[in-house]
């Protein structure tokens, strides 16, 4: 495509309420690797990548996740694995850590288990996940911070 040409339309979106929140890249040869959600208030399952149908360009998607009043909004999405850890910080700052392969495994149209037990009004703000080796390395999985451009590199 040319400098001015706008792309294809990668999902087709419900509302005004609808949005992405995130994407992962799919191996089918590695049958180690699940999908795992979490919702705002605490809620989260894995799934196997094989369960998910692939759509075309334009779709509206695959339903992954119950959601309902107690569960809240979908936040996160990872591919993790059986070795990695989870990270939940909620939005007071309260961290915890947890180990993936404790959470388990559920169909797409479950609503998940309870991850974290919050108050009334509180919510997840982020997810990451941590590789327990790259972890004894001083190294972490995922990076909240990206690291600029040299000058004069392709983006």
Known sequence: MGRTATGVKGITLKDGKDEVIGMVIADPENKETTLLVV??????????????????????????????????????????????????????????????????????????????NLRENERIAAVASVLKSQEENGESGDHLSAVPPEPGEEI
């Not at 339903?63 to 850890?85: C, H, P, R, Y």
């Not at 007071?92 to 974290?116: E, P, W």
């Open 39 to 116: 919702s705002e208030r605490g809620y989260g399952k894995r799934t196997h990548l094989e369960d998910y149908r692939i759509t075309n360009r334009g779709g509206k998607g695959v339903k992954t996740i119950n959601i309902t009043e107690k569960t809240g909004a979908l936040i996160s999405i990872k591919s993790v694995s059986d070795q990695d850890d989870l990270m939940i910080i909620t939005r007071s700052g309260l961290t915890i850590r947890l180990a993936v392969k404790t959470i388990r495994i559920a169909g797409r149209a479950t609503q998940g288990v309870k991850l974290i």
